[in-house]
């Protein structure tokens, strides 16, 4: 979302338009401080989504994703009473909240579900914690499993986000294809062995990133780029009266200035108080065919309220509601090189601008 402020500019001027996107971009400080620790993610793993009824949200999400959710060991979450926990493929976890009253309670919508957190991929799970502790976010809990280490931290410090950071030894995805195939064969099940989502679904392949509202757009960026270890891009003022800064892990921050602004309509009216309703508002997915996405949302009766197409990427954002009960973003757009490549073209790019 962050190129859509030179939408006009990119239909009229292609080349000095991308070069301008670029440099716009790029950030124009480093990660971090030197002399603060961070905790070095390396990729958001999995957005925690909040429900009431595990059963009937893992259908609902899997109908519309057309994906496949698998039961897994709460590791992190059993001290703050879940469970229950399920994932597919494409990044969504669903942890079954008990309706008690207590701080996870209080993030759930009165619907029943809510996008509450966020799973960061960490390299070392001691230095994080104590990376955490330096930026005086407080640790809820810590807990070891057979397969990860997880550590979960307080929400009301990191403007309604529940942070959590993983560790665990990642497959190459071939070889977790070849997992998933044999634990098909274990339990029985039928399916294709690669990825064909049914034409029911909006096809999803990953969370591409997330959208937060916050009330602090600066302290939010600020703290998250100094205790993730990433480069922001921002805050920028924005159409619409609100502001937007997001970095490469793909944590978007947006804050609306007046009670009138757009932005306000997408924010739920969270039973925390103590949160304020920031937190986390609608959830990026990446899909394979955008069309077949807008077809199928509009055979459920969902309408987007804002769509934007460009030679680069379409996207369509869907307001919280609905089956699954929290808000959504489609975008499809085509990744054309590796990363390494990107940032050497853009490298050779500016320097041909200077």
Same mark, same amino acid.
């Given at each position: 979302?962050?190129?859509?402020?030179?939408? /006009? *500019?990119? @239909?009229?001027?292609? #080349?000095? %338009?991308? $070069? =301008?996107?670029?440099? !716009?971009?790029?950030?124009?400080?480093?990660?971090?401080?030197?002399?603060?620790?961070?905790?070095?993610?390396?990729?958001?793993?999995?957005?925690?989504?909040?429900?009431? /009824? *595990?059963? @009937?949200?893992?259908? #609902?999400? %899997?109908? $519309? =994703?057309?994906?496949? !959710?698998?039961?897994?060991?709460?590791?992190?979450?059993?001290?703050?009473?879940?469970?229950?926990?399920?994932?597919?493929?494409?990044?969504?976890?669903?942890?079954?909240?008990?309706?008690?009253?207590?701080?996870?309670?209080?993030?759930?919508?009165?619907?029943?579900?809510?996008?509450?957190?966020?799973?960061?991929?960490?390299?070392?799970?001691?230095?994080?914690?104590?990376?955490?502790?330096?930026?005086?976010?407080?640790?809820?809990?810590?807990?070891?499993?057979?397969?990860?280490?997880?550590?979960i931290f307080d929400p009301?410090?990191?403007?309604?986000?529940?942070?959590?950071?993983?560790?665990?030894?990642?497959?190459?995805?071939?070889?977790?294809?070849?997992?998933?195939?044999?634990?098909?064969?274990?339990?029985?099940?039928?399916?294709?062995?690669?990825?064909?989502?049914?034409?029911?679904?909006?096809?999803?392949?990953?969370?591409?990133?997330?959208?937060?509202?916050?009330?602090?757009?600066d302290g939010a960026t600020?703290?998250?780029?100094?205790?993730?270890?990433?480069?922001?891009?921002?805050?920028?003022?924005?159409?619409?009266?609100?502001?937007?800064?997001?970095?490469?892990?793909?944590?978007?921050?947006?804050?609306?200035?007046?009670?009138?602004?757009?932005?306000?309509?997408?924010?739920?009216?969270?039973?925390?108080?103590?949160?304020?309703?920031?937190?986390?508002?609608?959830?990026?997915?990446?899909?394979?065919?955008?069309?077949?996405?807008?077809?199928?949302?509009?055979?459920?009766?969902?309408?987007?309220?804002?769509?934007?197409?460009?030679?680069?990427?379409?996207?369509?954002?869907?307001?919280?509601?609905?089956?699954?009960?929290?808000?959504?973003?489609?975008?499809?757009?085509?990744?054309?090189?590796?990363?390494?490549?990107?940032?050497?073209?853009?490298?050779?790019?500016?320097?041909?601008?200077?």
């Open positions: 979302m962050i190129f859509d402020r030179f939408a /006009d *500019i990119l @239909a009229k001027t292609r #080349a000095v %338009a991308v $070069l =301008l996107l670029l440099v !716009f971009a790029w950030p124009s400080s480093p990660a971090a401080a030197q002399d603060e620790p961070s905790v070095e993610a390396s990729a958001i793993d999995h957005v925690i989504i909040g429900v009431r /009824d *595990i059963d @009937a949200a893992s259908g #609902a999400f %899997a109908e $519309l =994703l057309g994906t496949s !959710f698998y039961s897994i060991v709460p590791v992190g979450m059993t001290p703050l009473g879940i469970a229950d926990m399920r994932i597919d493929s494409s990044g969504f976890a669903l942890a079954e909240i008990a309706d008690d009253g207590g701080l996870l309670s209080r993030m759930i919508d009165s619907d029943g579900h809510a996008p509450i957190g966020l799973a960061f991929r960490v390299p070392n799970m001691d230095r994080a914690v104590t990376a955490m502790a330096a930026h005086n976010i407080p640790l809820l809990a810590r807990e070891s499993g057979t397969t990860r280490e997880v550590a009301r410090a990191t403007y309604g986000v529940l942070v959590a950071l993983v560790t665990y030894r990642a497959n190459y995805p071939v070889a977790n294809s070849d997992i998933a195939g044999l634990w098909r064969q274990r339990e029985g099940l039928e399916g294709p062995g690669a990825y064909d989502p049914p034409a029911s679904s909006i096809g999803a392949i990953e969370v591409d990133h997330v959208l937060i509202y916050v009330s602090d757009i600020s703290l998250f780029q100094r205790f993730l270890g990433s480069s922001f891009s921002g805050p920028h003022d924005r159409p619409n009266n609100h502001r937007l800064s997001v970095d490469g892990l793909g944590v978007e921050f947006i804050s609306a200035a007046g009670a009138d602004a757009r932005i306000n309509r997408l924010v739920r009216e969270r039973r925390n108080g103590d949160l304020s309703g920031e937190g986390i508002d609608a959830v990026s997915v990446r899909v394979g065919d955008y069309r077949q996405a807008m077809n199928v949302l509009a055979a459920r009766g969902v309408e987007p309220f804002l769509t934007r197409n460009t030679p680069v990427r379409d996207v369509a954002l869907v307001a919280s509601g609905g089956e699954v009960g929290i808000g959504f973003e489609i975008i499809e757009y085509d990744a054309i090189v590796h990363p390494i490549a990107a940032l050497e073209m853009l490298h050779t790019l500016l320097e041909d601008n200077r």
